[in-house]
Structure formats: C-alpha cells, structure tokens
C-alpha cells in the first residue's frame, strides 16, 4: 500500500504536471518539500520517493536535522526570516536561501560562505501584499531596491543570484492573488532579461501552487499538503 506522503506527493506531481501544461512553453518545475515542523523520518520517507529539495524555516531546528540526515544528498533550502547572527550558520548549512530583503546580510553570507562549497544560490523575497509587517521588499520599491541589491552583488562573488521570492497574500479574495503573483512575474521577466544566472520564480505554497505556477511560478515551497499538519513545535511566527 501507497504511504499517506507518497499519496500525496504523486498527486501534487500529477497536479504540476497539468497547471504547467496550460502553458506549453512552460519551464521545468521544482518542487521544495517544506519540512518545517516534520520529524526527520518523514524527510527520508520523501527522500527515498525521488524528492531532493528540502525548505526550513527555523535555524536551530534544521541543524538538528541535518545531524541525521547528513548520509543523503539533500539540496537544503533557508526559507525564513534571518537574524544577522544567524548569517554564519545558514551560508554553512544551506544550498538555497530564498528570504534575502537586505544587503547587510547577503554581506554576511557572501562573507561566511566556506570557500570548498559552490557560491550561495540566492533569491530575493518581495512583499506583493500591502501589509508592511510581511518580509521581503515592498513591491511598489522593488525596481529601485533591486537595481541597489544587484549592484551590490558584482562586489560578492560567492552569491549567486537565482531570482526571486513571495508569498502572496493569504485572502479569499483571487484576483488580488492573481494580481500579486502576475506582477511576480512581471518583475522576474525584467530581472531575467538582465542577469543570465536568473531562472527562478519562487512561489506557491500548499493552498496556492496551482495558482502560482499558472502565472509562471516554476519552484514550489509545499509543505502540509505533502506532510500533513506540522508537528514540531518551533519558537518564532510560523508562516
Ligand atoms: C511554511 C512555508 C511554506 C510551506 O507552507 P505550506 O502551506 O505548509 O505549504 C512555504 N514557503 C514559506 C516561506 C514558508 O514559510
């Protein structure tokens, strides 16, 4: 019998397959298990389905799950907010970090990053909604701060810029959606056109990937619709 998460992942696979064929010149699309608040043994379950890509979101929580896991060859994404301190740790630990709004930190992880590890793939994230609590650079800003950021990435040559991040807003209301992920891709087009190592538009969640990848979206972060209800209990505002 078929596990509750190889159910689940054959279905979110069969259902990307179709949201990225309404559009035949779709990119290829990768899918990030978000494994926040998941035992470790649910990581191996989706390990041994064919899944590579992992997303945390909590620092402390990743590392001791990295202890365990250290014999597989998983592609470890950072998705949550980053303290400054933290900066050393996640540029040692980390493939992806996708939660970057500020130059004091991509400092800082270029600056850590150890020299026998390929440069930090990186996105930067945008807040779509209005909501200034959210992290990310506000999008009405995101031309001129990202010209700024960009500028400041030909000084940091162990980033890597990959493109860009959100997570639209959480409304009943879809055409803001639509509104926040079309603009996404808007932005990432224009990114793109200037920076060859650009290829990736960050975005899609469990309750939205459909959406987000119809709008050209081609990495999702999907984590309950995968795992199920998380688990672990982690200091710190889960998204
Ligand atoms: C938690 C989280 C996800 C996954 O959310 P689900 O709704 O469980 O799929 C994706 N991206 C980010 C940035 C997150 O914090």
Same mark, same amino acid.
């Given at each position: 019998?078929?596990?509750?998460?190889?159910?689940?992942?054959?279905?979110?696979?069969?259902?990307?397959?179709?949201?990225?064929?309404?559009?035949?010149?779709?990119?290829?699309?990768?899918?990030?298990?978000?494994?926040?608040?998941?035992?470790?043994?649910?990581?191996?379950?989706? @390990?041994?389905?064919?899944?590579?890509?992992?997303?945390?979101?909590?620092?402390?929580?990743?590392?001791?799950?990295?202890?365990?896991?250290?014999?597989?060859?998983?592609?470890?994404?950072?998705?949550?907010?980053?303290?400054?301190?933290?900066?050393?740790?996640?540029?040692?630990? @980390?493939?992806?970090?996708?939660?970057?709004?500020?130059?004091?930190?991509?400092?800082?992880?270029?600056? @850590?990053?150890?020299?026998?590890?390929?440069?930090?793939?990186?996105?930067?994230?945008?807040?779509?909604?209005?909501?200034?609590?959210?992290?990310?650079?506000?999008?009405?800003?995101?031309?001129?701060?990202?010209?700024?950021?960009?500028?400041?990435?030909?000084?940091?040559?162990?980033?890597?810029?990959?493109?860009?991040?959100?997570?639209?807003?959480?409304?009943?209301?879809?055409?803001?959606?639509?509104?926040?992920?079309?603009?996404?891709?808007?932005?990432?087009?224009?990114?793109?056109?200037?920076?060859?190592?650009?290829?990736?538009?960050?975005?899609?969640?469990?309750?939205?990937?459909?959406?987000?990848?119809?709008?050209?979206?081609?990495?999702?972060?999907?984590?309950?619709?995968? @795992?199920?209800?998380?688990?672990?209990?982690?200091?710190?505002?889960?998204?």
């Amino acid at each position: 019998m078929m596990s509750i998460i190889s159910k689940n992942i054959f279905e979110i696979h069969q259902s990307i397959q179709e949201a990225s064929s309404i559009n035949s010149s779709h990119e290829k699309i990768t899918l990030v298990a978000v494994s926040k608040g998941q035992p470790f043994n649910k990581i191996i379950e989706a @390990f041994d389905i064919g899944i590579l890509n992992f997303g945390e979101n909590y620092l402390q929580e990743a590392l001791d799950k990295k202890i365990q896991l250290q014999k597989f060859p998983i592609q470890w994404h950072f998705l949550g907010p980053i303290q400054s301190n933290k900066c050393k740790l996640i540029t040692e630990n @980390f493939d992806w970090v996708h939660s970057i709004d500020r130059i004091k930190v991509m400092r800082l992880l270029n600056d @850590f990053r150890p020299s026998n590890l390929t440069p930090l793939n990186i996105c930067i994230q945008i807040n779509t909604s209005s909501e200034d609590t959210k992290s990310g650079i506000p999008i009405k800003n995101a031309n001129y701060d990202l010209a700024s950021l960009i500028q400041e990435l030909k000084e940091l040559p162990r980033l890597k810029l990959r493109g860009i991040m959100s997570i639209p807003s959480n409304t009943e209301n879809i055409n803001q959606v639509i509104d926040e992920l079309k603009s996404m891709y808007t932005l990432y087009t224009e990114l793109k056109n200037q920076i060859n190592t650009v290829d990736t538009l960050s975005m899609g969640m469990s309750n939205d990937y459909k959406l987000a990848i119809k709008y050209g979206s081609n990495l999702v972060r999907i984590g309950t619709a995968i @795992f199920g209800i998380r688990a672990i209990k982690t200091k710190g505002v889960d998204k």
